[in-house]
T-cell receptor, first 111, second 114 residues
Framework: NAGVTQTPKFQVLKTGQSMTLQCAQD?????MYWYRQDPGMGLRLIYY???????DKGEVPNGYNVSRLNKREFSLRLESAAPSQTSVYFC??????????FGPGTRLTVL | DQQVKQNSPSLSVQEGRISILNCDYT??????FLWYKKYPAEGPTFLIS?????DKNEDGRFTVFLNKSAKHLSLHIVPSQPGDSAVYFC????FGAGSYQLTFGKGTKLSVIP
């Protein structure tokens, strides 16, 4: 039981490049979330998915898109990366309770 | 505006003493509160939680207190150990749009000095 996994662990992009961050969970959880964490800030919600086939915007959705591919997988896409998107990205899931379980994170640098 | 505030960015405590981390919130709709612990280069891990209908929850060395009238909660760690050195995030939960939503504070970096 791997819990929540994220790939890649690290990524460096140039401004304007695109990429997709992958997240998968093997706990049969319905809800999944994408957060970003910046220095001196808490975790801010980008997008979430309450169930397979649904997605909704969080606090900071601009510049991102998401896909809930199936119950296990929830991906985050940057279509045209900007330096302001340099951050650490965390994926989380929950079995329809308040407690969310987090992946190890993806550290993204946009030059 | 910040709905969940952790006003102390950092805290240093001697090993064996008590660590007290504080958190304030503004939204009365929050009905569940959680503490997460985060080590560098790792994801946050769930530590302890409390429902809004309780005022205390204890799990080993960790106790969370909730003062609903003051919209304040605190995490007590007794005794503190060097392995407790990490960033602690307070989070508040509300249910909306089909899922539970967490709002996080900015975190408090705890350093436990041997």
């Amino acid at each position: 039981n791997a819990g929540v996994t994220q790939t890649p662990k690290f990524q460096v992009l140039k401004t304007g490049q695109s990429m997709t961050l992958q997240c998968a969970q093997d706990m049969n959880h319905n809800s999944m979330y994408w957060y970003r964490q910046d220095p001196g800030m808490g975790l801010r919600l980008i997008y979430y998915s309450a169930s397979e086939g649904t997605t909704d915007k969080g606090e900071v959705p601009n510049g991102y898109n998401v896909s809930r591919l199936n119950k296990r997988e929830f991906s985050l896409r940057l279509e045209s990366a900007a330096p302001s998107q340099t951050s650490v990205y965390f994926c989380a899931s929950t079995p329809d309770t308040d407690t969310q379980y987090f992946g190890p994170g993806t550290r993204l640098t946009v030059l | 505006d910040q709905q969940v505030k952790q006003n102390s960015p950092s805290l240093s405590v001697q090993e064996g003493r008590i660590s007290i981390l504080n958190c304030d919130y503004t939204n009365s709709m929050f009905d569940y509160f959680l503490w997460y612990k985060k080590y560098p280069a790792e994801g946050p891990t769930f530590l302890i939680s409390i429902s809004s209908i309780k005022d205390k929850n204890e799990d080993g060395r960790f106790t969370v207190f909730l003062n609903k009238s003051a919209k304040h909660l605190s995490l007590h760690i007794v005794p503190s150990q060097p392995g407790d050195s990490a960033v602690y995030f307070c989070a508040a939960s509300a249910f909306g749009a089909g899922s539970y939503q967490l709002t996080f504070g900015k975190g408090t970096k705890l350093s436990v000095i041997p």
